[in-house]
């Protein structure tokens, strides 16, 4: 009797001036996705440093997918995705991740029927567990996430980060996750299409996993598989977040009329303009954004 085919996993990771992060990452793929059938593809994003040759020299049979511009994560991802070929499965990295042993199998064995996203339990540098888990934007979370700060995660109505660390450590749903790492089945992407080429960064994860949910694929942390992820949103520059809050907003308006939209504006506004009292650079950059969005730059600098 022959043995099984392991499934097949496409890994795409977008890089953009990588060089410093990418190493780890590919040193990492080889017991990260042990027990799989699995190709690299890198989806470059005009480096100016040797984020490409690193990813040649490291995975010698890698694909190099060149979107020719800063593109941004989705565009990126959409590229690689074009050129995939067949799999089963589309594991999305960011270059700062680092896989241990063994976690994709983990992840793959939970992906299937309406489980369309699975996702891992990420560590920071330190081993903490990170936050990655998150519930839908609403008016009532925005409301008391400018009321609460990170406390109002404690109430599922009030916050829309997750910060029960225990959940972290079980297996469950989630309404949306940070896109550092994850998992889509072949059936998730064929029923929702590409990711949202309209988020440069941030949203464009979040657009994906409630577009998902929409055709009825859920998101599910494996907390079984581990991953580390060395960046996150402590290293955000007051630039990036003024993104993330604007697409915040853009992503809202997409999927609610404009009297609640005009209510999540002013709620997100709140939470900035708040901060920004206090003297948060960070807040008080993404309050200015928020008021003239057309003035972010973009591609946003550092």
């Known amino acids: 009797m022959s043995a099984t085919k392991p499934p097949t ?8 001036n990588s060089a410093a992060v990418l190493p780890g990452l590919l040193d990492s793929l080889e017991e990260g996705m042990r027990g799989l059938d699995w190709r690299l593809i890198v989806a470059d994003n005009a480096s100016a440093d040797e984020s490409v040759s690193i990813a040649e020299k490291l995975v010698p049979d890698c694909r190099i997918v060149q979107t020719g511009r800063n593109a941004g994560y989705a565009a990126a991802f959409n590229a690689a995705l074009r050129e995939a070929g067949e799999y089963d499965a589309v594991l999305i990295l960011n270059p700062d991740v680092r896989l241990s042993a063994g976690s994709v199998a983990t992840l793959m064995a939970r992906l299937g029927g309406d489980v369309g996203i699975t996702v891992p339990r990420i560590l920071d540098e330190e081993g903490h567990v990170a936050l990655s888990l998150r519930r839908e934007p609403t008016v009532g979370r925005a409301l008391g996430e400018a009321v609460l700060g990170q406390r109002a995660g404690r109430y599922p109505a009030l916050g829309e980060t997750v910060v029960d660390r225990d959940t972290y450590f079980r297996d469950g749903p989630a309404d949306w996750t940070t896109g550092a790492v994850m998992l889509m ?10 990711w949202e080429e309209r988020f440069f960064l941030y949203s464009e994860e979040t657009e994906f996993a409630l577009r998902a949910r929409d055709r009825g694929f859920r998101t599910t942390l494996v907390a079984a598989a581990e991953v580390v992820h060395i960046g996150g949103e402590s290293r955000v520059s007051p630039a990036l977040w003024s993104l993330l809050t604007v697409n915040k907003v853009r992503l809202y308006r997409m999927r609610h009329a404009a009297p609640a939209t005009a209510l999540f504006w002013s709620a997100v506004f709140l939470r900035e303009a708040s ?19 057309s003035r ?4 946003p600098s550092a």
């Open 9 to 16: 996993v496409v890994v795409t990771v977008v890089t953009y």
């Open 185 to 194: 089945s072949r059936a998730c992407l064929e029923a929702c299409g590409p």
């Open 275 to 293: 901060r920004a009292a206090l003297g948060h650079p960070r807040s008080r950059r993404a309050a200015a954004a928020l008021l003239c969005p």
């Open 296 to 299: 972010l730059p973009f591609p």
